[in-house]
């Protein structure tokens, strides 16, 4: 049986995440999508929230489990036995990072294969920090994430309102 890792934040995950995740899951006996627990990127969303989120996101997909973990990427593959760590690629500019992830893994783990998954064309603008700004900013979202996720982000937007007021705009290009 060959198990892989598909590890990230998700903060939320949205169709993008999970066009990569279930078509890692053909490919492979056993999926595992790991949430990081403590990324050094600020978050909307606790873990135990993403870990929900993408539960609810990914529930029809019978060999796709969920787990949080909180140490090095390798490490976590190496203690849940995955022999491959997924990750998927929308644009050029995620190549550079992602092979630079891969070379550190490799030093790592030797022993564990990296493999990317380019991405759906009409996936390859999305990422969390995107749909996270339209849904704050009252856009419209039901084609970038699973209603699960949409009406999470319209609590979320709520609950900042009543904290602090309309929602701060915050570039993505700063």
Not at 23 to 39: S, W
Not at 91 to 114: C, G, K
């Amino acid at each position: 049986m060959c198990r892989a890792l598909y590890p990230g934040t998700f903060d939320p995950i949205h169709f993008g995440h999970m066009d990569i995740a279930i078509r890692a899951a053909t490919i492979f006996d056993d999926l595992v999508v790991g949430i990081y627990d403590r990324p050094s990127k600020s978050l909307l969303f606790s873990l135990e929230e993403r870990i929900e989120l993408a539960r609810e996101a990914l529930k029809d997909v019978p060999n796709i489990h969920v787990l949080p973990y909180g140490e090095l990427t390798a490490e976590f593959a190496r203690h849940i036995g995955a022999k491959v760590i997924v990750r998927g690629l929308r644009v050029v500019s995620d190549f550079e990072w992602e092979y630079q992830m891969s070379l550190t893994n490799r030093q790592l783990a030797p022993e564990i294969e990296f493999v990317c998954l380019m991405t759906r064309q009409e996936h390859a603008f999305l990422s969390s920090s995107i749909l996270k700004e339209v849904a704050l900013l009252g856009g419209d979202v039901t084609q970038m994430a699973p209603p699960n996720v949409v009406a999470a982000l319209q609590r979320k937007r709520a609950e900042l309102e009543r904290q602090r007021g309309p929602v701060p705009l915050v570039s993505l290009r700063d």
